[in-house]
């Protein structure tokens, strides 16, 4: 199905108004799919961006829908350092005459992408439109990983309509049933009841409260190296830095750790989308959240951009291997280092039930850290919660 049925094009007016006076601005520089132009050719694109103005199932934060041309417009005046990266901007999905409409056409268009290996970056809207993102997945036959950067779980109450207040349920109760495993990096205790941490343990997830990783940002490295889909709601971010959301709060990440986790999703060799959600203009001051956004994905494209193939496999030369042995425990931790990025990963290639279906899930991203915690006698709470699954 030819996908430009799905999307509205951007208008020359609307291009005219963002101030691009030097000829490698990123809205000078990149393939944009403009009104009165004939839908460009994907191929040879290694990353799209597209909006989506929608927020009939936003929880509460009408007016989120108008993110995406917000962002563009100070996107479009940063700086292209990537003369080897073709991006296009393919516009914005059509509103559906009813929101199923809109997730059938996000379906559509994220399934093309897919296809043609581009990476899209997704402008929202709000959070829900994770779900159908999510559903694009079920017919890769592959078990998939989520991370998401917030400050709440989403959950939902029971029988919740799906919001973006709930779209996490959805995800978890689908069927067939295709997420390994789902992180979540920064939520705040306050907002997070303690039946929903139960949750999250009793379903073997990855949450790591924002106080544990904060002073410490490198520490979401390996959290996000392992992600297929990375959702960011946009409410994680501090008021200050990004006040341009419904639910704002004095406390959360700043810009600056949003741009170097961005930087790790795009160096992320597994990742195959990323979206940014709930951010609301009609709340922003001085443009203040648009340009933390625009900043954001700059640094994805740049990790993009620097990507190195240092992904684990049999019998590679590439790694350094360490064994470390604990007394009682008949199964031996083996670590992994990339020779070359210093990239580290816990080896559970030989103990997986069924290889071909958790292929992709043997090596487990982690830290430095976590090596010299287990040379402690200290086994690290991931290689139980990943054995677990993987047993």
Not at 127 to 136: A, E
Request: proline share 3%; with cysteine; net charge negative.
């Amino acid at each position: 199905m030819e996908i430009s049925v799905f999307l509205n094009s951007i208008k020359q007016d609307f291009i005219e108004s963002c101030n691009l006076y030097h000829h490698n601005q990123i809205g000078n520089s990149i393939m944009i799919y403009k009104d009165n132009e004939d839908f460009p050719d994907l191929d040879g694109f290694q990353l799209a961006i597209v909006g989506v103005e929608e927020d009939r199932n936003s929880f509460n934060n009408k007016g989120c829908k108008d993110a995406p041309n917000a962002v563009r417009k100070s996107l479009y005046q940063l700086f292209n350092h990537w003369n080897n990266l073709n991006i296009i901007d393919l516009g914005n999905i059509k509103n559906g005459f009813g929101i199923e409409d809109t997730y059938f056409a996000l379906n559509n268009v994220f399934t093309t992408l897919m296809k043609y290996r581009i990476i899209p970056i997704i402008i929202g809207g709000s959070q829900d439109l994770t779900y159908p993102i999510y559903q694009v997945y079920e017919n890769t036959g592959k078990l998939v990983n989520i991370t998401s950067i917030d400050s709440r779980f989403d959950i939902g109450q029971d029988n919740e309509v799906l919001s973006s207040n709930s779209y996490l349920s959805y995800i978890i109760l689908h069927q067939p049933n295709f997420l390994f495993n789902f992180t979540n990096i920064g939520y705040q205790n306050y907002y997070v009841d303690n039946q929903s941490i139960d949750l999250m343990n009793q379903l073997l997830f990855d949450v790591h409260r924002i106080g544990n990783v904060k002073n410490n940002i490198e520490l979401t490295e390996p959290l996000i190296r392992n992600a297929d889909i990375v959702t960011i709601d946009v409410s994680a971010f501090r008021a200050s830095d990004a006040p341009g959301v419904q639910y704002n709060s004095p406390n959360g990440f700043s810009s600056e750790d949003g741009c170097k986790m961005t930087r790790y999703a795009g160096l992320n060799n597994k990742l195959t989308s990323i979206g940014f959600f709930e951010y609301n203009p009609s709340y922003d001051v001085n443009n203040m959240t648009a340009n933390s956004i625009s900043q954001m994905i700059w640094y994805f494209i740049e990790g993009y951009n620097s990507r190195i193939d240092d992904l684990p496999s049999n019998n590679s030369r590439d790694f350094k291997r360490f064994i470390v042995q604990f007394e009682g425990i008949d199964d031996d931790l083996v670590f992994i280092c990339n020779k070359i990025t210093g990239k580290w990963w816990i080896d559970l290639s030989f103990k997986s039930k069924d290889r071909e279906k958790y292929e992709r899930h043997h090596y487990i991203p982690c830290s430095r850290e976590d090596y010299e915690q287990a040379l402690k006698n200290e086994i690290p709470d991931k290689w139980w919660q990943f054995y677990q699954k993987l047993m």
